[in-house]
């Protein structure tokens, strides 16, 4: 029989113990970092994440933002720190490769066998999957498309409806300009919004295949012929000065607001831009629902990739030492609830299955029918092909529209990048 100090001991302990374990989980964070978004996107995630904390007492989720080029420069130095995220916004394709291969991210293909995987189309999934293992999990797709103003285009007599070709689209642009309307705003100096042209052109003139043959070394790579004609076509419409003075000094975010302010008629961006774009204008409305269009890219002639879309795959990736209710939180977040309330609102386009058939803005439903009926989704240069040679297309898209280089020599670029990336 045990002795009373021993009992007395024994109880301290035990108490101990408990507290200790009260304490580590009361001490549970979560840390998500993402890409800066919308206030209602906030909200939306905010919401989630409260819900999350009501159900599991002791944990609390922290939700950070960066901007765009913040975000891509300093999540590597922050994987490598005590400071890591644990959930971190991500892409599929060599941006995620790099970070899997660094060791920074975690291998969640057992935990997608509980039937998570299953929410996802197989070409979600495929977007985070390396070397056949899953590294991550799908958020949304985006499309990108010319965002446009209607009262515009209709003020200087371009049918948008009549723009299907290349072309078709350099005509409307040089009919805006005769009738003192500024085609195109566009944020050059953040380089990425410019690649959108590069990158759309890519995709029309190469095709699946072509980026396929480019990145396995055949023939010229991204020196090859269509990659040149890629320049070409850019090169044509630099030549009709279609963008707003100042436009290599113009961020994202400003040219976001411009177009919002009715500054001009297009605006190539991603479908993501319908919320920000009302947020960022000086009436924080923007252009009236009544008078916004999202129209596809249009088509080249001879082009390889005339039924594809350009756009995003993004989701979430996990760090590889973050706390085991990271996984449920994550799970929680892309529920197919949640995901229809997202659709609702008109945040994004949703990926879960199912999810699409929330959506209530005619921009969303047009970027649910493009995707579903696209031969292949084309995702972001700087995802599919690396940080270092995404830089290069962005540096090589704002060269052509400064007319400080050739399509053949962007074309060559673009091979060495690749090749000594």
């Not at 400071?83 to 971190?88: A, G, H, N, V, Y």
């Not at 590069?198 to 090859?224: H, N, P």
């Not at 039924?307 to 990271?326: V, Y």
């Amino acid at each position: 029989m045990l002795s009373h100090p021993r009992k007395t001991l024994m109880i301290v302990s035990v108490a101990t113990l408990l507290g200790s374990v009260q304490s580590a989980m009361a001490d549970t964070t979560i840390r998500v970092m993402r890409v800066e978004i919308s206030q209602v996107e906030k909200d939306y995630y905010a919401e989630i994440a409260r819900e999350f904390e009501n159900s599991h007492p002791g944990v609390t989720i922290e939700l950070d933002y960066l901007s765009n080029e913040a975000y891509k420069s300093k999540l590597p130095t922050l994987l490598q720190s005590d400071q890591r995220p644990d959930i971190f916004y991500s892409w599929g394709g060599e941006a995620l490769k790099e970070k899997v291969e660094a060791g920074f991210v975690k291998d969640l293909t057992a935990a997608m066998q509980d039937g998570w995987q299953a929410r996802f189309p197989d070409s979600a999934i495929d977007a985070f999957t390396i070397n056949g293992k899953i590294y991550g999990a799908p958020l949304y797709v985006t499309e990108v498309g010319l965002w446009t103003n209607t009262a515009l285009t209709e003020k200087a007599g371009v049918d948008i409806d009549a723009i299907d070709t290349w072309q078709d689209f350099l005509n409307a642009v040089a009919t805006l300009k005769e009738a003192g309307v500024t085609p195109i705003v566009v944020g050059a100096k953040d380089g990425w919004p410019m690649h959108f042209y590069w990158g759309s052109l890519a995709t029309r003139l190469a095709g699946q295949q072509g980026f396929k043959a480019a990145k396995a070394g055949e023939g010229e790579g991204f020196a090859a012929p269509p990659f040149v004609q890629v320049g070409e076509k850019l090169k044509q419409l630099v030549e009709l000065e279609p963008f707003q003075p100042g436009f290599m000094t113009t961020t994202y975010e400003r040219a976001s607001g411009m177009f919002g302010d009715g500054e001009a008629a297009f605006h190539l961006m991603g479908d993501w831009d319908y919320l920000p774009s009302k947020q960022r204008s000086m009436s924080g409305e923007g252009v009236p629902d009544e008078d916004l269009r999202f129209i596809s890219f249009p088509t080249v002639e001879g082009g390889q990739g005339n039924e594809a879309t350009f756009g995003g795959l993004n989701g979430w990736a996990i760090t590889r030492d973050a706390p085991d209710e990271t996984v449920a939180f994550l799970k929680s977040l892309l529920s197919l609830d949640n995901q229809r309330e997202a659709a609702r609102r008109g945040i994004f386009v949703p990926i879960v299955k199912g999810a699409e058939k929330a959506l209530t803005t005619p921009y969303g439903r047009k970027v649910a029918e493009d995707i579903d009926q696209a031969s292949y989704h084309q995702i972001f240069l700087d995802h599919d092909l690396g940080v270092s040679v995404g830089a290069t297309v962005n540096d090589i898209s704002t060269d052509i529209a400064q007319g400080v280089t050739s399509p053949e020599e962007a074309a060559e670029r673009v091979e060495e990048a690749w090749q000594f990336r």
